[in-house]
């Protein structure tokens, strides 16, 4: 299974909005394929979708007529806008964006430009797998055998492209040998934990329960929880997180139930320019993902319904994020200035 | 629109499993029909469980041949049997069982046991209806014109086969003028908010917002919820309180966020002889209700799901607790000892 593949002149993925009922394959061959692919959920994922923006830019550029650099430039410009304004909160996108921005201007002839930005895609993505197993890694060393792992959302190759963030630690530490077992949370509203972290879980033969989100609290306060770890869509410089709906909630429980609460992403998911959560921008989605499941209606008929996408756990609540580049905890500010410091992507 | 309706020989009930798509109204003329009922939730909420324990008593009483008291009673032992073992997790329900077995052994002759059980059962709907009533208006005091209020699961007319606990606080302090919004928590996994609560806000006219169970700790943290107020199935001698799955989690979250967390119900959903909320007994329910949403799957086949019902609210969490005979804060023991000694059902 391969979540995001590089065709030559065009990107092939698995269309997440259909698992586990049915494994679709589509082939994208525009960035306008892509833009619609990653505002309809059928690639996500912080670092999934940093991945599939580089080669959305990639196959953009391909297709631009233009001779002149500054006029290719000027369209790459409204190609790179259109991806930009898919969704605003993972940070790994426009962190991608910015890079193939940067690959373009470094190079003088419009066709070196082209071949420039498709290695650049085909880099970003080799990277951030390459990170993901990393981090797994490195992250593995705080599970211990035994442990019921509480995760929330989906953390795997789907959302990583790579191999994982929070699920990648999990998977690191059964592939250590390390008896675990999973929580996993459905994650309403569009049950990326019901639908893939199950579907990846069961592949991986990893045991596991899957739960409502509402579920959580009762088993921590059970104490059949041994430690919360979820990945990150962006990460502030001050250590604040935001992550799907509800992990704020999770981070509070365990808190509360003296239970360790671990963030897992690449480096690429850290915004150092923002100095702390509250400047995140949160992405809204429609009400309709709140009033319907997989289409059928579960409220009345019109309605109002809310729909937050994604929620920020302030640092005090972290015991410790994982990343590539190391495993830190507070003063996160610090612990961040020097990682991003020694591995800038 | 009546919950429950003694209809002489049988019992009409508004099948809550089809609401809000379909308005379906059952006649159910055995005991064992209302057993059903109870078990696969065509009527729930502690209170109306309780409202239908009593009917079902009646029904099953109303159906004995036997012409000895001794032999009726031990006959009418087998029916409250099969009532009980419908759902433990309620109080309201073995408390209306032990009023009811109470009134049929207080009079003599069979055919007047039966009008005394028939009448007790109305009895006890009537009171129960009453006792709604009332603290809703006493709870109401703690409402402030403006408030946004968030609720859990459904406490409305259908819940109580009344007035309502935790929703009929809020239509009181909407009856009586003041201006509020609702937000409403999906409360998966049967969706008794979003199929219920929704459809009971709708028909009272209050302006509410429907929310997945994930969302309520990002409005709580926005600052957006003056406080929550939820109903309950169980209340312990030192005011710990079961109640639907989820509760515990939107206590400590309004907990952390310094917002007030009240609890109403009747006094008949107090168990004094219970010391704390370790001894309620908590009901898991049928995996196949998180892994399907109203039939439709949403996750892998054959995968594991746990689907605990309810979770117990320690009394630290619980600003006040709302009843007919009062609100209560701490300490719990005292004010619960006091209220139901003067209030006993």
Redesign the interface.
Known sequence: MKAVEWLGDRVRILDQTQL??KEVYLELGRHQDIASAIKALKIRGAPAIGVAGGYAIALGALKIKASSKAEFLHELKDVTRQIAATRPTAHNLPLALERMQRAAEAVKDVEQIKKALVSEAIAIHNEEAEATLKLSKLGAELIKDGFTVLTHCNTGPLATAGYGTALGVIRQATEQGKKLRV?A?????L?QG??LT??EL?EFNI?????????????M?KGEVDCVIVGADRIAANGDTANK??T??LA??AK?NNIPFYVAAPITTIDPALASGAQIPIEFRS?GE??H??G?????KG??????AF??TPHPFITAIITEGGIIGEPYEEGIKKIYGNLSP
């Open positions: 586990p009922q929580l949370t459905e994650t309403r509203p049950l019901a639908r199950a579907w069961k045991p596991f329960s899957l739960i409502t989100d509402s579920m959580a609290g009762y088993f306060s709906i509800g704020y909630t509070v429980l509360e009400p709140v009033t499941i997989q059928v209606p579960i409220a009345p309605i109002e319904a809310l729909n937050p929620d920020v």
